[in-house]
């Protein structure tokens, strides 16, 4: 299925206009379908392809070096989650996937460092650390970007979400599947889920296999250009604005027999704010016809219940 395609250059093109009709869009596409692909994102090409390079060298390394990376008490939120860790939420078959996850560097003496564990620095990938650096810096931008176009189409002040993410608690995350070498005991490498987050931009051209679950109950591919990112909306973000923009459940499939020998790699953003942020449903999004949907709660908390929830905390 082709998702909705939005043009982040004519949010930023300084004419009333063409903001105004990116915000309509945006916003009446996560009303909808809460997918789309943005062009012109804004991340740049050559950090992109270093990535994706950096990651496949990572990932190739053996096992057990990779699991010198791996720190159970910091529930995988940062460095490497060996193969079959994570299961989706409600699901008790684990993921076909190994990852490794890079967070926020706090640069300004802001208090927030102080929540934030140490990023794992990976030695047998010459400039892995400084990429995955640069990446969160760029993500961190176009995610501020949709997020003043989100605050817009609230009709909130568009500068709403720049602070509470302004050293927030993102992850980037780096996937592999890994080559199916048997038949599979499920045909999903990643079961259903919902993103916890506030947005998730999901960059890459191996995104074959990624599904999401439409109002009508079928599983539609989601494809995009190699030169656009899928953005999609988190619970977060339905939770804030009572269920008005839709957190839509995906997935991730096998690849048909003839693909199974290759690996997949994928490399989502997921954009969290700070922990202190209220996810209290907005006024704005509450009337007699949809009444508040959820307690008050923080971000802090409520991804604390999520990660109990996926297995990753205890
Ligand atoms: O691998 C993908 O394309 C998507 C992964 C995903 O949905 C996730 O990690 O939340
Ligand atoms: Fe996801």
Not at 44 to 57: F, T
Not at 151 to 178: Q, T
Request: aromatic letters at 10%.
């Amino acid at each position: 299925m082709a998702i909705p395609v939005v043009n982040l250059a004519d949010f930023l093109s300084g004419d009333p206009q063409l903001k105004q009709q990116f915000v309509e869009q945006l916003g009446k596409a996560y009303e909808e379908t809460g997918f789309v692909a943005v062009k012109n994102h804004g991340i740049p090409d050559d950090l992109i392809s270093d990535i994706y390079r950096q990651v496949q060298q990572f990932f190739s390394l053996p096992t057990e070096k990779k699991k010198q990376y791996e720190i159970p008490e910091l529930a995988g939120q940062r460095g490497y989650t060996s193969f079959g860790r994570e299961h989706a939420k409600g699901s008790d078959a684990p993921d076909l996937k190994e990852f490794y996850q890079h967070g926020q560097t706090v640069e300004d003496g802001d208090a927030s460092k102080d929540e934030y564990p140490d990023n794992v620095q990976i030695d047998e990938v010459p400039g892995f650390t400084d990429t995955f650096n640069k990446a969160y810096r760029a993500f961190e931008k176009s995610g501020k970007s949709l997020l003043q176009a989100i605050a817009l189409y609230l009709g909130l002040d568009e500068h709403y979400f720049d602070e509470p993410i302004h050293n927030g608690n993102s992850i980037l995350r780096a996937i592999h599947y890994p080559p199916i070498t048997q038949e599979p005991k499920s045909a999903i490498r990643a079961e259903q889920h919902e993103d916890i987050n506030l947005i998730t931009l999901l960059v890459g051209a191996s995104a074959d296999g990624l599904q999401i679950l439409t109002k009508q109950g079928d599983w539609v591919g989601v494809t995009s250009l190699p030169e656009q990112i899928v953005v999609n909306v988190g619970d977060m973000l339905q939770r804030l604005t009572n269920n008005r923009l839709r957190s839509t459940t995906h997935r991730v499939v096998n690849p048909p027999r003839e693909f199974w020998h290759t690996s997949r790699f994928s490399i989502p953003f997921f954009l969290h704010p700070k922990s202190q942020m209220s996810l209290a449903c907005l006024e704005s999004c509450i009337d007699p016809g949809h009444p508040k949907a959820y307690p008050d709660a923080t971000a802090g908390e409520y991804l604390d219940e999520r990660l109990r929830e996926i297995g990753l905390k205890k």
